[in-house]
């Protein structure tokens, strides 16, 4: 079974806070993916990586950066934490030309 | 317009119904299809994938592609309270780097 881990199920954090998301996989998946998830605009990618130390901008990079330094593991930074990044997070991973795997996504709220 | 277009429902059925959902396209170079069910506060489940036109079936669940139309399906069968949930297509032109749009997701009652 592929499996993804997520940090935090649920985190609040100030307006202005540094926050790390981190995702790991288990299954040696080559691609990893963040997005966000908010009602009525569906799930929107933010970075991916395919590989380690790469990574590539999605359709909403503003505001967020990634870090791959380990093949297993996928990091999402907000470096100044805004309310309107209060969202559902969440990260996939695939093996290269196949589909993704979700992990059960952070609900991340800023107050 | 969106690329991929989903009515978000919600839909309501009763248990043992047939239950059909929907997306339609407009990249003609998509070519890989996914739909994610995905229960409320989680992540999306993978629950069928398919490439280029066909059918393909897994238990109560099928999944149509039809290219021409740009028009896909999943055909829920014997519909179960443990279906209700809402169901994401999804879909990629390339298996590389495998970019996904999504659709908005429909969201599925299934009542006993």
């Known amino acids: 079974d592929v499996k993804v881990t997520q940090s935090s199920r649920y985190l609040v954090k100030r307006t202005g806070e540094k926050v790390f998301l981190e995702c790991v996989q288990d299954m040696d998946h080559e691609n990893m993916f963040w997005y966000r998830q908010d009602p009525g605009l569906g799930l929107r990618l933010i970075y991916f990586?395919?590989?380690?130390?790469?990574?590539e901008k999605g359709d909403i990079p503003e505001g967020y950066s990634v870090s791959r330094e380990k093949k297993e593991r996928f990091s999402l930074i907000l470096e100044s934490a805004s309310t309107n990044q209060t969202s559902m997070y969440l990260c996939a991973s695939s093996p290269a030309g196949s589909t993704q795997y979700f992990g059960p996504g952070t609900r991340l709220t800023v107050l | 317009q969106k690329e991929v277009e989903q009515d978000p429902g919600p839909l309501s059925v009763p248990e043992g119904a047939i239950v059909s959902l929907n997306c339609t396209y407009s990249?003609?170079?998509?070519?890989?299809f996914m739909w994610y069910r995905q229960y409320s506060r989680k992540g999306p489940e993978l629950l069928m994938y398919t490439y280029s036109s066909g059918n393909k079936e897994d238990g109560r669940f099928t999944a149509q592609v039809d290219k021409s139309s740009k028009y896909i399906s999943l055909f829920i069968r014997d519909s179960q309270p443990s279906d209700s949930a809402t169901y994401l297509c999804a879909m990629s032109a390339r298996g590389g780097y495998n970019k996904l749009i999504f659709g908005a997701g429909t969201r599925l009652a299934v009542h006993p």
């Open positions: 990586s395919y590989d380690v130390k790469m990574k």
């Open positions: 990249n003609s170079a998509f070519q890989y």
